[in-house]
């Protein structure tokens, strides 16, 4: 399985007050800057600036690219599990790795453009002996589940009364205690299922997105807020009326849709990249699996306005692998490895995650299971496409039968298959599965059992516990 790892990170610079840093040659860059020229930096060298998305590339990805050139807030629409949260962070590389605040900033300023009359003051009076501090890029990077009982002190901010308490007068700006929005000045914050936020608080981010400026309690507080605002939200709630207000929608300068992945190969990199495995699933398996969810995305029984995520395919990758594990331990075998046989466990597990039509009621199963089947059946046609496998038929016709089940051993299995003379086909039906162990290749020869029987060349007969082909 491939995981994109990023780089750890290098030392901060050495500056330590102002006037080191002004001796380095440190040059001030607003936050939309820093992420144009970097994504054009990276752009011109041939890096990929998003590492670990798939399927987005001709689609999604240059819609992106040119929001952040032109320095627009950006809302990301689309259905569950097509990976908006997962784009979003990625943005977080387009960042410096290090940049200077002002030490102890409750807002992160840079020491060149102090936006609060506290660190303005500190600046005035300290000069080049001002104490900085360097964050990393991870940091400037906030995230925000967007829920009903989110208020305005969260995302803006409030009133401290500690803070008035102390003796300071209520329309003092250093009362405030500020929220999200605010805290990420030089940063991105992210609002995810952004309709989902309450009209009001939709309302009070307007002329922080707009106008640079907090309003808090009655009074306005003027701050020049470099922040970028990004957000994901479903397609059918980010509309007048769905649940977000118009003039919020109108602060965004892009709205971009995403997709689930359209080819095949996309679909696979997505479940190899993301699941983590207990044990060993063959590519063949894995894309039984993504064949299957592609279907249930075009099944008429499954409300398509929910979407099947991808986290569909992925939960099933992993619990054909805890299957295959299970079996390891029980049974006393020395390396797991899924089978097709396992993958009966994950209708079992995965049913819970579609959401099926209205008259659909007590066809759950009967349907996952249909699929499912149609995906095993496209899997052997391109695995096998060409392989005589009329020997093989021919053996279970004459009275041979083939054991298997979610408890039977690979080498038993591969034991009790019917001799075929010094015919090399289970070689053959390996070799197109590039099989390297036992368990790779009974899952080879038991896939293309499989779709034997799902030919009707072949009976098959099953208990729930043992599988018989014959």
């Known amino acids: 399985m491939t995981t994109y790892t990023p780089p750890a990170p290098t030392e901060a610079p050495a500056a330590r007050t102002l006037g080191q840093l002004r001796e380095s040659g440190h040059q001030l860059r607003t936050l939309r800057e820093e ?23 001709d689609t999604v990805i240059p819609q992106l690219e040119r929001a952040l050139i032109a320095g627009h807030d950006v809302v990301l629409l689309g259905e569950r599990g097509q990976g908006k949260t997962r784009l979003l962070r990625t943005l977080v590389g387009l960042l410096d790795e290090w940049t200077p ?25 300290q000069g080049d002996e001002l104490p900085i501090e360097w964050a990393h890029r991870d940091t400037r990077y906030a995230e925000k589940l967007a829920t009903p009982d989110t208020s305005v002190a969260d995302l803006i901010g409030d009133v401290d009364p500690m803070k008035v308490a102390e003796g300071r007068h209520l329309g003092d700006p250093e009362t405030i205690h500020f929220g999200l929005i605010p805290r ?9 299922e952004l309709p989902d936020l309450a009209e009001r608080i939709q309302v009070a981010m307007l002329n922080v997105m707009e106008e640079r400026d907090i309003q808090i309690r009655g009074y306005v507080l003027r701050l020049p807020l470099d922040v970028l605002v990004v957000a994901s939200a479903n397609p059918e709630d980010y509309t007048n009326r769905g649940r977000i207000i118009t003039p919020l929608k109108d602060r965004f300068g892009a709205e971009i849709r995403t997709h ?11 479940i190899r990249q993301e699941a983590h495995l207990t044990a060993d699933v063959p590519d063949a398996l894995l894309e039984v699996l993504a064949r299957f969810t592609r279907a249930l995305r075009e099944s008429s029984a499954v409300d398509q306005r929910s979407g099947v995520s991808a986290r569909f395919a992925i939960a099933g990758a992993e619990t054909i692998a805890a299957s295959a594990l299970h079996r390891a331990t029980v049974q006393g075998e020395e390396q797991a490895v899924a089978r097709v046989v396992d993958l009966e466990t994950a ?30 059946a496209g899997t052997v046609r391109e695995r096998f496409r060409g392989l005589d496998l009329s020997l093989l038929v021919d053996a279970l016709e004459s009275g041979a039968t083939v054991s298997t089940g979610g408890q039977v051993t690979a080498r038993d299995f591969l034991a009790g298959l019917p001799v075929l003379g010094e015919s090399e086909l289970y070689d053959d039906i390996a070799a197109r599965l590039d099989t390297t162990s036992d368990g790779e290749t009974a899952c080879a020869i038991e896939l293309a059992l499989e779709g034997l029987y799902l030919a009707r060349k072949i009976g098959k007969d099953s208990d729930g516990r043992e599988t018989v082909y014959g």
Do not use: C, M, Q
Not at 354 to 363: P, S
């Open 184 to 192: 990420s000045h030089r940063g991105i914050v992210a609002i995810n």
């Open 260 to 270: 689930y992945p359209s080819e095949l190969d996309a679909e696979l990199a997505v």
């Open 347 to 376: 209708v079992d597990v995965l049913r819970g995650k579609i959401e099926f039509e209205t008259g659909e009621e007590g066809r759950e199963t009967e349907i996952l299971t249909h699929l499912l089947r149609t995906a095993v």
């Open 35 to 57: 992420l144009r020229e970097n994504l054009l930096a990276k752009l011109a060298a041939g890096e990929d600036p998003w590492p670990g998305l798939h399927g987005f590339e």
């Open 101 to 125: 605040v002002v030490a102890g900033s409750e807002l992160g300023e840079h020491p060149y453009d102090p936006i609060t009359p506290l660190t303005r003051r500190l600046v005035a009076e």
